[in-house]
């Protein structure tokens, strides 16, 4: 898998003044498949962020991306879009698998929640079947065996949950070996601070080669730096101004 490093340092205003040039780039000219743009329209979305436009060309194919903006630039749809993408040419020659293909870790149940609601609000308009889980702290092991029996195409969790389901063998090391192929570790900056370092440590050592990993932050820091040795190997980073 090619790994390559590159800085994009992209301005506001350049933001605004492309987007007012009649060449601006389009979800389409991302490579998006019709269906997810026909989903971002019924969402009112029909323009990429500045991320998105560097970021998901670059997913499709296949690169590891850190990826580093302010809150509120789009980041999310960044790497779901691509994901979707991957995961809907994957299901027609999937095998069957024992584990999910994707796992989207975040730091916090809320935000868990967030993204569920964003990737299901899309699927719901793509005509696909794809199974999107989210596990919560609450659950009990026969909750967990039933959320992950399938197994789900999406796992969206925290890496504690995660760490839970291998500890207890609702997830067997094995089978997400076989099986995952793109982790994305959202708001990244804040997954050590919040104390998962054990579990994220837990989970890397089960992580295929293959597997593309996704890095999105808000800030840098020292945390993100730790990240992406422990899962990253030698990633495209792209950087948008920050807040402030
Ligand atoms: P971040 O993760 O960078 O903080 P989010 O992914 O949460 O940002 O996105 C912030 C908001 O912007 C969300 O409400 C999202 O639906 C919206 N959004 C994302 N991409 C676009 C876009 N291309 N055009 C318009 N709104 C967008
Ligand atoms: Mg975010």
Redesign the pocket.
């Known amino acids: 898998k090619e790994q390559t490093e590159i800085i994009a340092e992209e301005e506001e205003d350049a933001f605004k003044k492309e987007e007012e040039d009649e060449e601006e780039k389009s979800f389409e000219g991302l490579g998006l498949e019709p269906r997810l743009i026909r989903a971002l329209n019924k969402k009112n979305?029909d323009?990429?962020?500045p991320i998105?436009r560097v970021a998901i060309p670059l997913i499709l194919e296949g690169k590891d991306v850190v990826a580093r903006?302010k809150?509120?630039?789009?980041?999310?749809?960044a790497y779901l879009l691509p994901l979707l993408q991957k995961l809907f040419s994957d299901s027609a020659s999937k095998n069957k698998q024992e584990a999910p293909t994707a796992f989207i870790l975040v730091p916090t149940r809320e935000l868990c929640q967030q993204v569920f609601s964003e990737v299901m609000s899309i699927i719901e308009y793509c005509r696909v079947q794809l199974k999107v889980v989210q596990l919560t702290s609450g659950m009990s092991t026969s909750d967990l065996r039933t959320a992950l029996a399938g197994p789900p195409d999406i796992l969206v969790s925290t890496p504690a949950c995660v760490h839970t389901c291998l500890s207890n063998g609702v997830l067997q090391p094995k089978a997400v070996n076989d099986s995952l192929s793109i982790i994305v570790l959202d708001e990244a900056d804040l997954l050590l601070s919040y104390g998962y370092e054990d579990d994220l440590k837990a989970l890397t050592t089960h992580i295929p080669k293959r597997c593309q990993c996704l890095l999105m932050s808000?800030t840098s820091s020292t945390d993100v730096e730790k990240l992406k040795k422990l899962i990253l190997h030698n990633p495209y980073i792209l950087t948008l101004p920050e807040v402030g």
């Open positions: 979305i323009k990429p962020t998105q903006a809150t509120g630039s789009g980041k999310t749809l808000a």
